[in-house]
């Protein structure tokens, strides 16, 4: 199978990466900027191409993984199916041609994936687990939070996506966020915002939300999101009558309270960790080749994905709300 790897910024490494652990599938890469074609063709070893017209030209390709900035996905991912293509896209941030795209992945019977990474984190698994066995009301305070110039320390916030407020930094972590958090505790049925600016940063919208969620399930959370906290951070609590649990973020941040002996219990959840030096403790790279996998099996054998872009166009209608 032959990949095209569409957009080679820190998300088209990360997914090269990645795909060079298949010894099926050979890995091309596509992007208009020279320097990035010529250091991924050193690091990798792939051929590199500055465009998809250029590299169907030159070769068949099965699949496209369409890791360019989030609001160029529409057009990319058109292009794509159009060619007859399976396509996994990142985050889009924005619905900008969904019916059209779901429409025509549908004609040509291809897979259209989306990706939702922290949907095939063991801790979000373990979570869910947790609290259906819980049998009670839940409550759950979450705040996510890293300050923006601190995203990418190798450029400036001004030079990428979050700059834009159609795709801004709160924008993205909601869109990360909201997707587990409606799987956990079920649909978002309403939400209460306090939001404003509170920092000095040189953007024009809003660099921090208080959000009140209520869920189908009678969970109800408070999620606190922004782009200002000087140190990053992810902080979960889940608590009721049968079950109190935290987590830190960590993949070895896990831990569940027990009632009886009055102690936290730290949750071991993965047998080996895969993570970059120069990524936060945060992102654990076994989670994104989870999420290749489930691709692959919806490719190959038909599997159905756990998150499409139905759903997503109801979790941004759901941001559009919060934003508004």
């Known amino acids: 199978m032959r990949v095209a790897v569409i957009g080679l910024g820190s998300m088209g490494k990360r997914r090269i990466r990645l795909l060079k652990k298949y010894n099926d599938v050979q890995v091309i890469g596509i992007d208009n900027n020279a320097d990035r074609k010529w250091e991924l063709e050193k690091e990798y070893g792939i051929e590199c191409y500055s465009g ?14 369409v890791c360019a900035p989030p609001l160029s996905h529409s057009t990319i991912i058109a292009q794509a199916l159009k060619n007859k293509l399976h396509v996994f896209t990142e985050l889009n941030l924005s619905a900008e041609g969904y019916e059209e795209n779901i429409a025509l992945a549908k004609q040509n019977n291809l897979v259209l994936f989306l990706s939702s990474t922290f949907l095939y984190r063991e801790e979000i698994k373990k979570i869910k687990t947790l609290t259906k066995e819980a049998g009670c009301a839940l409550n759950y305070t979450y705040h996510v939070g890293q300050y923006l110039p601190d995203w990418h320390p190798w450029e400036s916030y001004k030079d990428y996506f979050v700059s834009d407020k159609r795709s801004n930094g709160c924008r993205e972590i909601l869109a990360i966020e909201l997707p587990w958090l409606s799987d956990v505790f079920g649909g978002i049925i309403n939400v209460n915002v306090v939001k404003d600016r509170m920092s000095s940063l040189n953007i024009d919208y809003n660099d921090n939300y208080l959000i009140i969620l209520e869920h189908s399930s009678g969970c109800k959370g408070t999620l606190a999101v922004d782009v200002v906290s000087r140190k990053a951070v992810r902080n979960l609590e889940v608590f009721g009558e ?17 009632i009886n002996t009055k102690k936290d219990i730290n949750l071991k959840l993965y047998n080996e960790i895969d993570q970059l030096d120069n990524y936060s403790g945060f992102i654990v790279e076994n989670a994104y080749l989870n999420e290749i996998d489930s691709f692959f ?13 139905e759903k997503d166009r109801l979790i941004l209608e759901i941001i559009d709300r919060i934003e508004a």
């Open 242 to 258: 049968q079950l109190y649990l935290c987590w830190n973020g960590l993949p070895t941040g896990l831990f569940v309270y027990d």
């Open 297 to 309: 099996k919806a490719v190959n054998e038909g599997m159905t994905p756990i998150y499409n872009f």
């Open 52 to 65: 998809l017209n250029h590299a169907i030209d030159a070769m068949r390709i099965d699949c496209a993984f």
